[in-house]
């Protein structure tokens, strides 16, 4: 599942292995600028849910945060909106 997010591409896709989803953070963020290099993070075994959609969640959740904290923007997930995202559901079952 990938997802934008402030100019990076977040692929949030978990790994299923053992009966269980492995929750993974790809981000990428490419520049227009030739002159500049893109940057890539990967943030592996975040942790394993018994649902992919749980996986999905809490990879975009951990994503968020290290985007706004590199950023030094803080913690602003909390005012997020669900339109202020690109391709995450409106709706987000609570824990």
Not at 62 to 75: H, K, L, P, Q
Request: aromatic share 10%; charged share 30%; glycine share 8%.
């Amino acid at each position: 599942m990938k997802c934008g997010y402030r100019g990076w591409i977040i692929d949030a896709t978990p790994d299923f292995s053992l009966g269980k989803f492995f929750a993974h953070a790809r981000l990428v963020r490419v520049s227009a600028d030739e002159e500049v290099d893109g940057e890539m993070h990967i943030e592996r075994d975040l942790s394993y849910f018994d649902t992919e959609e749980e996986a999905i969640e809490v990879a975009q959740q951990w994503a968020f945060g290290w985007i706004c904290e590199r950023d030094g923007s803080g913690d602003e997930t909390q005012n997020e909106t669900p339109s202020s995202r690109s391709d995450i559901p409106e709706a987000i079952p609570s824990r």
